[in-house]
């Protein structure tokens, strides 16, 4: 499969050859702090709690279930594979490199479903609206036993490519405002079905992850002149320590911020809004980068590793956002080895994010590995 990107989306945005500032007014941190102490999220402007210190309790989690034993590289009972029949009835095609269709069990329909606006004239505490949208799976290859991290770069570079033109294609319906393109990896993350997929929600309105981070990105750049993401990845770059891995278009690094344990963003080194805006090279180096670094995931504790990824770019509502940086989210839940998981449970739940173990520490540890394949595990 080779689509094509729709020529709406083809021309370079008028950011594309501005530079990051070669100088910040923001202080280099000399020595990342090592106490009890708090650290802002500037994307979503919220804190999180960080507590060294609880690495030393006695107890290290809930031990979790062994992994599941190596998969077939293809399972007729798979509802994924390429041949077989899907819950509604249809027969997949017999791909051979990806395949979209639209999901079975979708959270989001085309057509409004006439929810009653009672609650808003009855209240305004009470407010409920009707929300179009469409859902896809994307299958990333016909092989059941491989993931990311076990497939080529060039099989990735044929799934970026499909998330590119499904991007494109879903945000020229005139009621979607925004297309999330995400992967859950893993029956931790809530993975139905282990064959190598992600999916893509297209919303009517801005869900609120993006509404937060739509509104602080253009609020910096409205108060300084600058984009946040590029001068963030900036400081990164200047410090070392929570970079995991580059290359020349892109960025692996564990947020300043994160909460979860292992938690990493990707970040474009070109002010890009969206994936749509990507040059080939550069569609090439974002498929290495992917593949460098889920195989240090799957290294670091000898599993599949799972987590929820997920990419941010700009809405598709026609208009210009200069403020958006792309970039891509990565939530593994797993703690301190493959069955033992990190639970946001109690005081992350009722009050803020809390982690144990420092982002500086996490990113050391995932550095420390190495970017090339083992056996898929």
């Known amino acids: 499969?080779?689509?094509?990107?729709?020529?709406?989306?083809?021309?370079?945005?008028?950011?594309?050859?501005?530079?990051?500032?070669?100088?910040?007014?923001?202080?280099?941190?000399?020595?990342?702090?090592?106490g009890v102490h708090r650290r802002y999220n500037p994307l979503t402007r919220e804190w999180i709690l960080v507590s060294p210190l609880r690495t030393a309790r006695p107890w290290l989690?809930?031990?979790?279930?062994?992994?599941?034993?190596?998969?077939?590289?293809?399972?007729p009972n798979c509802y994924l594979c390429p041949g077989n029949v899907r819950a509604n009835g249809e027969r997949n095609p017999d791909y051979a490199e990806t395949f979209v269709f639209d999901n079975d069990f979708s959270a989001l329909l085309p057509r409004s479903q006439g929810v009653a606006q009672a609650a808003r004239r009855q209240s305004p505490l009470l407010v409920c609206h009707?929300?179009?949208?469409?859902?896809?799976?994307?299958?990333?290859?016909?092989?059941?036993?491989?993931?990311?991290?076990?497939?080529?770069?060039?099989?990735?570079r044929r799934v970026v490519d499909v998330w590119i033109q499904q991007y494109a294609e879903?945000?020229?319906?005139?009621?979607?405002?925004?297309?999330?393109?995400?992967?859950?990896?893993?029956?931790?993350?809530?993975?139905?079905?282990?064959?190598?997929?992600?999916?893509?929600?297209?919303?009517?309105?801005?869900?609120?992850?993006?509404?937060?981070e739509d509104t602080a990105q253009r609020d910096?750049?409205?108060?300084?002149?600058?984009?946040?993401?590029?001068?963030?990845?900036?400081?990164?770059?200047?410090?070392g320590t929570r970079i995991v891995l580059e290359n020349e278009?892109?960025?692996?690094?564990?947020?300043?911020?994160?909460?979860?344990?292992?938690?990493?963003m990707v970040v474009s080194r070109r002010h890009t809004p969206s994936l749509a805006h990507l040059y080939g090279p550069e569609r090439d180096a974002l498929?290495?980068?992917?593949?460098?670094?889920?195989?240090?995931?799957?290294?670091?504790?000898?599993?599949?590793?799972?987590?929820?990824?997920?990419?941010?770019?700009?809405?598709?509502?026609?208009?210009?956002?200069?403020?958006?940086?792309?970039?891509?989210?990565?939530?593994?839940?797993?703690?301190?080895?493959?069955?033992?998981?990190?639970?946001?449970?109690?005081y992350e739940m009722l009050a803020q994010p809390q982690r144990d173990l420092t982002p500086e520490d996490a990113a050391a540890r995932l550095r420390d590995l190495p970017d090339e394949g083992t056996d898929q595990h």
């Open 220 to 239: 910096y750049l409205d108060e300084s002149g600058r984009c946040l993401l590029c001068d963030y990845v900036e400081i990164e770059r200047g410090e």
């Open 61 to 75: 989690g809930q031990v979790e279930a062994a992994p599941a034993a190596r998969r077939p590289a293809y399972d």
């Open 287 to 346: 498929a290495d980068v992917l593949k460098r670094l889920t195989t240090r995931y799957d290294n670091l504790f000898g599993v599949s590793f799972p987590y929820s990824m997920g990419f941010h770019q700009e809405p598709t509502d026609g208009q210009r956002h200069p403020h958006w940086h792309l970039h891509a989210h990565f939530y593994p839940p797993l703690l301190r080895s493959a069955t033992v998981r990190k639970f946001l449970v109690g």
């Open 130 to 156: 009707p929300e179009r949208g469409i859902c896809r799976v994307v299958c990333f290859s016909p092989r059941h036993d491989l993931s990311l991290a076990g497939l080529p770069v060039a099989s990735i």
């Open 249 to 264: 278009d892109f960025v692996a690094l564990v947020p300043f911020w994160a909460t979860w344990p292992f938690e990493t």
């Open 170 to 212: 879903l945000g020229l319906l005139p009621f979607i405002q925004y297309v999330q393109i995400f992967e859950n990896k893993g029956e931790m993350m809530g993975a139905s079905n282990p064959h190598p997929h992600g999916q893509i929600w297209a919303n009517e309105t801005l869900p609120t992850q993006v509404l937060k």
């Open 1 to 34: 499969m080779s689509p094509q990107l729709p020529e709406p989306y083809v021309a370079e945005p008028e950011t594309a050859n501005r530079q990051p500032s070669t100088v910040l007014e923001v202080p280099m941190l000399l020595q990342p702090p090592t």
